[in-house]
T-cell receptor, first 112, second 112 residues
Framework: KQEVTQIPAALSVPEGENLVLNCSFT??????LQWFRQDPGKGLTSLLL?????REQTSGRLNASLDKSSGRSTLYIAASQPGDSATYLC???????????FGEGTQLTVNP | NAGVTQTPKFQVLKTGQSMTLQCAQD?????MYWYRQDPGMGLRLIYY???????DKGEVPNGYNVSRLNKREFSLRLESAAPSQTSVYFC???????????FGPGTRLTVL
């Protein structure tokens, strides 16, 4: 059974710092991996989706990498801002027709 | 374009009561999903509907039923609510092809 783990569970940083969030998964035979953002009391918003054949995806200050062989993905946030404060979740999909398996998320606080 | 909408936003039930959570999307998406989110457990799939007229069990279907009323609407019913069903429920939808799921704002359910 696929398991997804995110470390750390919570992270607090000063504004302007570059930071890395980690996601690991137990079964490397994945179809794709997604990073989501969840604001308090709100639903999830997709940030980046990496197909299994890709190594990374970028959107603005966000960069997500994927290393299937080691079962790891990282989300890099450059020049963090207080507006980046949220919970970040990663989710993997094992085949094109399968469901998403989510990690528990990393709660990020960026202090002004 | 409202995206994915859910009603109600909050609900308190007594053990044994029944209720239906409503979800609608206006993006002409084929697939729709119901998740629950619990502390320490992450998001878990309850049921999904790959297309209008079809529904399938997810990871935690016991105690729930669903109806894909039409392409827009996917409802989740609790026939006899239990305290273990206290959770935040999210509906999501996805267009066939692009893999990103779009989430609603959630329903916060408490069963006393």
């Amino acid at each position: 059974k696929q398991e997804v783990t995110q470390i750390p569970a919570a992270l607090s940083v000063p504004e302007g710092e570059n930071l890395v969030l980690n996601c690991s998964f137990t079964d490397s035979a994945i179809y794709n991996l997604q990073w989501f953002r969840q604001d308090p009391g709100k639903g999830l918003t997709s940030l980046l989706l990496i197909q299994s054949s890709q190594r990374e995806q970028t959107s603005g200050r966000l960069n997500a990498s994927l290393d299937k062989s080691s079962g790891r993905s990282t989300l890099y946030i450059a020049a963090s801002q207080p507006g980046d404060s949220a919970t970040y979740l990663c989710a993997v999909k094992e085949t094109s027709g399968s469901r998403l398996t989510f990690g528990e998320g990393t709660q990020l606080t960026v202090n002004p | 374009n409202a995206g994915v909408t859910q009603t109600p936003k909050f609900q308190v039930l007594k053990t044994g009561q029944s209720m239906t959570l409503q979800c609608a999307q206006d993006m002409n998406h084929n697939s729709m999903y119901w998740y629950r989110q619990d502390p320490g457990m992450g998001l878990r799939l309850i049921y999904y509907s790959a297309s209008e007229g079809t529904t399938d069990k997810g990871e935690v279907p016991n105690g729930y039923n669903v109806s894909r009323l039409n392409k827009r609407e996917f409802s989740l019913r609790l026939e006899s609510a239990a305290p273990s069903q206290t959770s935040v429920y999210f509906c999501a939808s996805r267009l066939q092809g692009p893999d990103t799921q779009y989430f609603g704002p959630g329903t916060r359910l408490t069963v006393l």
